[in-house]
């Protein structure tokens, strides 16, 4: 798996977020992306997902240019931002809501994530009685329960604890393993650094590759 992206622009108004960004990302990796609030991260995670159109370049994922044929990639999951569930659901029947968009799965999928994700007590609670390292997980459970092919995670150990934080990179390297592309934007750079085969810098609309302390 090759996700491609060339010479890739993006500003809003007179604000240029990024500019001539050029990356290859290969399956079996995780790829960090740090930088400070506001720097761009969010904005590049939304177009590899395919909720934002650049202003000019290219994305490409196996050869399919996904952004001049405006479509989604395919088996992508990604939490952007903060998790958004409907409130009056428990969190078990907003997993199992979503699951039956494409029928991938079923319960026993389901059960599983949640159970990896140290969300078992929580799971039939409404979504509005959770808290935000609860949603935070939530999240994360809708992002990895379908075997996506492409993980994106935004900030995604944002108000967890610390056991759930070192289960989830545990997680995510055996989806590596599995020759996925995973890709993490945080703006705290001890979350990724250990977790990350790859890490990059954005700022100032720039992004480069970060050289690593460890």
Known sequence: MKLEIKNLSKKFK???????????LE????YGFIGR??????VLLKIISGFY??????????????IKNKSFPDSTRALIEKPNFIPDLTGYENLKLLASIQNLIGKKEIDEIVKKLNLTKEINKKYSKYSLGTKQKLGIAQALMENPNMIILDEPFNGVENSTAQQIRELLKQEKEKGKIIIIATHIKDDIEFLADILYEIDGGQVTQYKKTI
């Not at 159109?53 to 996904?66: A, F, K, Q, V, W």
């Open 37 to 42: 609030n506001g720097s761009g991260k969010t």
């Open 14 to 24: 007179e604000n240029v977020v990024l500019e001539n960004v050029n990356l290859t």
């Open 53 to 66: 159109t650049p202003d000019s370049g290219e994305i490409i994922l196996d050869g399919i240019n996904y």
């Open 27 to 30: 399956g079996g990796n995780i």
